[in-house]
C-alpha cells in the first residue's frame, strides 16, 4: 500500500468528520449526521469455460475496498443546507495480466492494471419543508434509474435531483445526470447505455410513486431520457395483501422505449413486461418471475445500473429481442431458526425465444446460489460474509460461465 492512497484516505476522512464542525454548527444539522466507513473485501473469480490458449480461459482477482459515506442533517431557518460526501478506495491484493477484467479494478485482458486507484466526490443539498434537493455527485436509487453496486466501488453520477414529499403517500422525484464515475474507474464520462449504441451528457428523469391502502398498494409512473438516443416510460403497481399468516405480493412493471432525438443509437423501439410474484411465510418466501422483450430491439438501460426488472442477475439479464424468462426463487431467513443475521436464496431463471450464435434458436438458463452472514453482536458486530455462486449455460455469445464470489465486509459507523 503506498503512502500515496493511504494519504488521501485520511483526507478524505478529514472531510466526513468536517461536516460536524461548529462553523455550521446547528443541533439538526449535527444531530442528524451520519457517516460510515466501509471496509469491503472481494474475491471473484468466473471460469469463461475456454479450452483454447488463444483466448482468456477465466477472470480472477482479488481486492480491497475502503467506502466512505458522510451526511449531514440541515441547517436552520427556513431554507437548510447541508452537505454529503463520498469517497472510495481500492487496492489490488491479487492479478494477472491472463486473469484480468473482473471489474473490481480498472484493468483488462493483458493488462493487470494499477496496484490502486481511488475517488471522491461531494453534493450540496437544500431543504424546503419536505422537499430536498441535491447537486453534485449522487447515487439514485429509483425505478427508472438506480447507481449499481455490485463490485468494489459504487457506481457515481454527476448532476442534480429533487426529491418532495408533500403530499401524504406521495413521492416526487425528478433530476439531470451529466457524467458518470463507473465502478472500475477514476474519471467521469458522458453516460452510456446497455443494449444500445451512443453516448450522452444528460439522462433527464421524471416520475414517483403513490402509496395508499393502508400502504399495500403502490403505484408508479416514470419518465427517463437519455438524451439523443432513448427514451423510456415505466408504469409500476406493486401490492402486498397479507392473508392469515402469509404474506402475498405481487410487483408489475412495463417499459415503453424509443428513440429520442438524434437517434445516435439508431432506430429504437422495444417494450419490456415484468411480473414478480411471492408468497412468504415464517422464514420462508416463495417468488415466481416473468418476463418479456417485445418490440424491434433489445431492452436499453443505463450501463451498470440495476434495471427494475425481476430478472436482472448476477451476470445475465435476459434483455435480448423477443426473449422470454421464466424465474422461480427460494428465501429462507434463519433468524426463526435462531441464527439472525443468516440469509440465504437460490433461483433458477430460463429464456428462450431469441436468436443465439449463427442464427439457432436461442437457449439460455442462469442458477443463484447466494448466502450470506452478518453478525448482529460483540466486538465484531457488522461484520459480514457473502458467498455468491452463479453457473450460465447459454448459446448465445456471452457462452457457458461459472463464477464465484466472495465478499467480506465490515462497516464502522464513524458518527
Do not use: C
Amino acid at each position: 500500500m503506498s503512502k500515496t492512497p493511504l494519504a488521501r484516505a485520511v483526507a478524505l476522512a478529514t472531510l466526513g468528520a468536517s461536516l460536524t464542525m461548529p462553523s455550521l454548527a446547528h443541533a439538526d444539522f449535527i444531530g442528524d449526521s451520519k457517516a460510515t466507513l466501509e471496509l469491503r473485501n472481494f474475491y471473484m473469480n468466473r471460469d469463461l469455460r475456454e479450452t483454447t490458449s488463444a483466448q482468456q480461459s477465466k477472470r480472477e482477482e482479488w481486492a480491497q475496498g475502503f467506502i466512505l459515506k458522510a451526511e449531514s442533517g440541515f441547517t436552520e431557518g427556513t431554507v437548510g443546507f447541508g452537505l454529503d460526501a463520498y469517497a472510495g478506495l481500492g487496492l489490488k491484493l491479487d492479478s494477472s495480466d491472463e486473469r484480468a477484467g473482473t471489474n473490481l479494478l480498472p484493468n483488462a485482458f493483458g493488462n493487470e492494471g494499477p496496484d490502486e486507484y481511488s475517488e471522491a466526490t461531494g453534493a450540496v443539498k437544500a431543504r424546503i419543508s419536505k422537499t430536498v434537493a441535491k447537486v453534485g455527485g449522487l447515487m439514485p436509487k429509483l425505478p427508472i434509474v438506480s447507481s449499481g453496486d455490485s463490485r468494489l466501488l459504487p457506481q457515481v453520477f454527476t448532476g442534480a435531483m429533487l426529491t418532495s414529499q408533500e403530499i401524504d403517500g406521495l413521492t416526487v422525484n425528478g433530476g439531470q445526470l451529466r457524467e458518470v464515475n463507473f465502478r472500475n474507474s477514476t474519471d467521469r464520462q458522458d453516460i452510456l447505455a446497455t443494449n444500445v449504441g451512443g453516448r450522452s451528457d444528460r439522462y433527464n428523469y421524471a416520475g414517483g410513486d403513490y402509496k395508499f391502502n393502508g400502504g399495500n398498494t403502490t403505484v408508479g409512473l416514470w419518465y427517463g431520457e437519455l438524451e439523443d438516443i432513448y427514451d423510456q416510460k415505466l408504469y409500476n403497481l406493486i401490492h402486498v395483501q397479507p392473508i392469515g399468516d402469509w404474506k402475498l405480493g405481487a410487483n408489475l412493471a412495463y417499459f415503453d422505449s424509443q428513440d429520442n432525438g438524434r437517434k445516435l443509437g439508431g432506430k429504437l423501439d422495444n417494450d419490456l413486461t415484468s411480473v414478480n410474484l411471492w408468497a412468504g411465510i415464517g422464514a420462508h418466501t416463495f417468488r415466481l418471475g416473468y418476463q418479456k422483450v417485445g418490440g424491434d430491439n433489445a431492452f436499453p438501460f443505463l450501463n451498470e445500473t440495476d434495471p427494475y426488472i425481476v430478472n436482472y442477475l448476477q451476470i445475465l439479464d435476459f434483455t435480448r429481442k423477443d426473449e422470454k424468462s421464466w424465474q422461480a426463487r427460494y428465501d429462507i431467513n434463519f433468524a426463526s431458526y435462531g441464527i439472525p443475521g443468516l440469509t440465504a436464496f437460490v433461483r433458477y431463471v430460463t429464456g428462450d425465444g431469441f436468436d443465439g450464435v449463427g442464427g439457432v434458436s436461442g437457449k439460455e438458463w442462469e442458477r443463484n446460489v447466494d448466502i450470506s452472514y452478518i453478525i448482529q453482536e460483540g466486538p465484531l458486530k457488522n461484520l459480514g460474509v457473502r458467498w455468491r455462486n452463479a453457473m450460465v449455460r447459454s448459446n448465445a455469445s456471452i457462452g457457458d460461465l461459472d463464477e464465484n464470489r466472495l465478499i467480506v465486509s465490515y462497516t464502522i459507523p464513524l458518527m
